[in-house]
């Protein structure tokens, strides 16, 4: 099946640094959705990426979907207290009804902001 | 816009029990898809229902059941619970369409004792 590599596990990093994670796949997906967990919260979507290439941004926060639509990433600028928590990237690929229900989750990166 | 709702937010159950877990999509959403997170496997994706029909499930036992009735809103059950059940259910809703996101409620924590 469908797997996901996300790196980091974790960082640890002091306020104001910019932090980058990024997740790989075995297989193409069409959707690449990023969020975010706090705990004992849902996971909230941060950016969601359609097209192979794009880059979009969400305030400090900016994903790329990879041209080969096996990887993405996400970069945090100034990072401050409030972005702690635990990072998720997903990918969805439709079935061939359309579909969308199905996400793949990588394991999350455990992100700790030192202020 | 009232995001996901699930109800209750805790539950302690004993082994052998069952349990149902409820959730109430975004208003307009119609489709539900529930997901169990552990620490160890992650989040993993149990089914998924649309028009009060299930549509898609994952790989787990046959204790693990939903439905979803008319007005979207869904339930799923597990009977005959085991300590390995113990987990946070997300439920999550979009709309229809390959560029619609899932949006997630902030779960139900079962803990089997």
């Known amino acids: 099946g469908q797997q996901l590599n996300q790196s980091p596990q974790s960082m640890f990093i002091q306020e104001g640094e910019d932090v980058s994670m990024n997740c790989t796949s075995s297989s193409i997906f069409n959707t690449w959705l990023w969020y975010k967990q706090d705990p004992g919260e849902g996971p909230v979507l941060l950016i969601a990426?359609?097209?192979?290439?794009e880059l979009t941004s969400n305030g400090r926060l900016t994903a790329q979907f990879g041209i080969t639509r096996k990887d993405s990433f996400l970069n945090i600028s100034a990072s401050i207290p409030s972005d702690v928590g635990i990072y998720f990237c997903a990918g969805q690929f439709p079935d061939s009804g359309g579909s969308n229900y199905k996400l793949t989750f990588g394991k999350g990166t455990l992100l700790t902001v030192n202020p | 816009k009232a995001g996901v709702t699930q109800t209750p937010r805790y539950l302690i159950k004993t082994r052998g029990q069952q349990v149902t877990l409820s959730c109430s999509p975004i208003?307009?959403?119609?489709?539900v898809s529930w997901y169990q997170q552990t620490p160890g496997q992650g989040l993993q994706f149990l089914f998924e229902?649309?028009?009060?029909?299930?549509?898609n499930k994952g790989n787990f036992p046959g204790r693990f059941s939903g439905r979803q009735f008319s007005n979207s809103r869904s339930e799923m059950n597990v009977s005959t619970l085991e300590l390995g059940d113990s987990a946070l259910y997300l439920c999550?809703?979009?709309?229809?369409?390959?560029?619609?996101?899932?949006?997630f409620g902030n779960g139900t924590r079962l803990t089997v004792t």
């Open positions: 990426l359609y097209k192979a290439g």
């Open positions: 999550a809703s979009s709309l229809e369409g390959v560029n619609s996101p899932l949006h």
């Open positions: 229902y649309f028009s009060e029909t299930q549509r």
């Open positions: 208003s307009g959403h119609r489709s």
